[in-house]
């Protein structure tokens, strides 16, 4: 008994010894970061822009992985059970707190599956659509939405998704339902709505900006209080008549439940790095919006965020009653 408890004993101080050493030489090989949604779309720029910039401060290559559909739950689902070693990490937007009262089951626990690194930006919201479509401003889009609330088609990247809640709230604004078409990610839904197969989507300014500026498709508004320096001319939605429609799309850095507390606390300094590099403060400037400040950019303060829009999204949800399952 004593030889065997003593081999553990020695088993048990190699094991602390390799992955403490882990830790610290970490990252020793290429790192991927999962988008929970399609190539080309918002939540894809925003992380390959601060992939780019975090793998030159550690020093590794950082690959990024689209793993889109179910409003981005089944690429929380794909790192929730990945090896908690630092190399499959998630970027996800405010979906990762909707879904959580959304979705009846997940494959994870939301607050319980993940380590967190950081806040990385917090990006508003426009409501566009095809270039083409006719009504002229956000007024008109309201009145001709409720005459042809059977015609006029939402692009979403499915449930949970912020395109899906911004449309939500958008139609319980107008007290309007309309008919949604969802997506893996917005990406592809931009491609439709540039195409014309479909008609108005609520989206980040990181995939909307550049479309609204080259006037290919229609800008009606911007979802928060005061207009973007980038878009100048585009209303908010409370000029346009909507003054309770405001939401933006806060994006965190997590990876699975049980990654050392160092390769979290390598990743959120990272982050922060990445955050101040120059390339990323002046592109995310032209997509209208801008990097979290450093001190948002640590594991606390993502949990924090994410703990409190649980709480605030769940009583909506369930007032609303519509699930996913
Ligand atoms: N913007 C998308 C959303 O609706 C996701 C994406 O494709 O990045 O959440």
């Known amino acids: 008994m004593k030889k065997l408890l003593a081999t553990l004993a020695v088993a048990a101080s190699f094991t602390l010894a390799a992955h403490s050493a882990g830790a610290q030489t970490y990252p020793e090989r290429t790192i991927t970061v999962v988008v929970p949604f399609a190539a080309g779309g918002p939540t894809d720029t925003v992380t390959r822009l601060v992939a780019e910039a975090m793998s030159k401060d550690l020093g590794q290559q950082i690959v990024v992985e689209n793993v889109g559909g179910a409003g981005g739950t089944l690429g929380a689902g794909r790192v929730a059970s990945a090896d908690p070693d630092g190399y499959t990490l998630l970027l996800h937007h405010i979906g990762m707190s909707t879904s959580a009262t959304l979705y009846r089951k997940l494959a994870y626990d939301t607050l319980n599956s993940f380590e967190y690194v950081g806040l990385v930006t917090e990006v508003p919201m426009t409501i ?4 083409d479509f006719e009504p002229a401003d956000l007024k008109g889009l309201i009145e ?13 990247a499915g449930i949970g998704a912020a395109s899906h809640l911004c449309g939500m709230l958008f139609m319980s604004a107008i007290d309007t339902p309309l008919v949604t078409v969802p997506y893996k990610g917005t990406g592809p839904a931009m491609t439709d709505l540039l195409g014309g197969q479909v008609d108005i989507m609520c989206d ?19 979802t928060t209080p005061k207009r973007l320096d980038v878009l100048p001319d585009l209303p908010t939605t409370e000029e346009g008549g909507l003054p309770g429609m405001q939401v933006s799309v806060w994006h965190g850095l997590y990876a699975p439940k049980g990654t050392p507390a160092e390769v979290s606390e390598r990743l959120s300094k990272s982050l922060q790095v990445a955050l ?4 990323v403060v002046a592109r995310f400037a032209e997509l209208g919006t801008t990097p979290s400040p450093e001190a ?4 606390a303060a993502l949990k924090a965020k994410l703990e409190s829009e649980i709480a605030r999204w769940k009583p909506i949800i369930e007032a609303a009653g519509q699930y996913a399952d």
Not at 144 to 156: G, H, L, P, R, S
Not at 296 to 299: E, K, L, M, V
Request: proline share 5%; charged share 25%; hydrophobic share 30%.
């Open 128 to 131: 566009v659509a095809r270039k």
């Open 144 to 156: 001709y939405a409720k005459e042809n609330k059977d015609a006029v088609t939402v692009a979403n």
């Open 204 to 222: 980040q300014t990181t995939n909307t900006t550049k479309q609204i500026l080259g006037g290919t498709i229609k800008g009606y508004a911007v």
């Open 276 to 279: 101040k590099d120059p390339n």
């Open 296 to 299: 948002d950019a640590t594991p």
